[in-house]
């Protein structure tokens, strides 16, 4: 929370360059993701702006909002990374959708999947 805090206090200036600077933080094989999902991201969706929330590299809206984030395994203590998307992205289907997924490991596979559910959130 106190991580929150600061990037509220901090607002929309160097949002990018504070997100690269957590990713740098990261430790292997999370630093090396979260820089491949960063470049897919700003690929696929370039009207999504690079912050950082809760301490993690995530992607907002032109309203502010965040769309998408990374969680890190090794923060959190887990077997895998995560890709998870807010309300404020588009990925409805029907009256149930998955709104986070497990990441192991950045194959060209899931790199087009990834491109695709980003292109699909932003709508």
């Known amino acids: 929370m106190k991580e929150r805090a600061r990037e509220l206090k901090a607002g929309k200036e160097g949002g990018e360059s504070a997100a690269?600077?957590?990713i740098a933080e990261l430790p292997e094989p999370d630093r090396s993701?979260?820089?491949r999902l960063h470049a897919l991201i700003k690929a696929s969706?370039?009207?999504l702006s690079p912050k950082t929330w809760y301490g993690m590299p995530a992607y907002a809206n032109r309203?502010?909002?965040v769309v998408c984030f990374f969680q890190?395994?090794?923060k959190f203590k887990t077997r895998y990374a995560t890709l998870g998307f807010t309300d404020a992205a588009k990925l409805d289907e029907g009256h149930?959708?998955?709104?986070a997924f497990?990441?192991?490991a950045l194959t060209p596979t899931e790199e087009a999947k990834i491109a695709e559910l980003i292109k699909r959130a932003v709508g």
């Open 33 to 35: 993701m979260a820089l």
């Open 96 to 99: 149930m959708w998955p709104t």
């Open 20 to 22: 690269l600077e957590k």
């Open 45 to 47: 969706a370039p009207e």
């Open 72 to 74: 890190g395994a090794q």
């Open 63 to 65: 309203e502010g909002k």
């Open 102 to 104: 497990a990441l192991k």
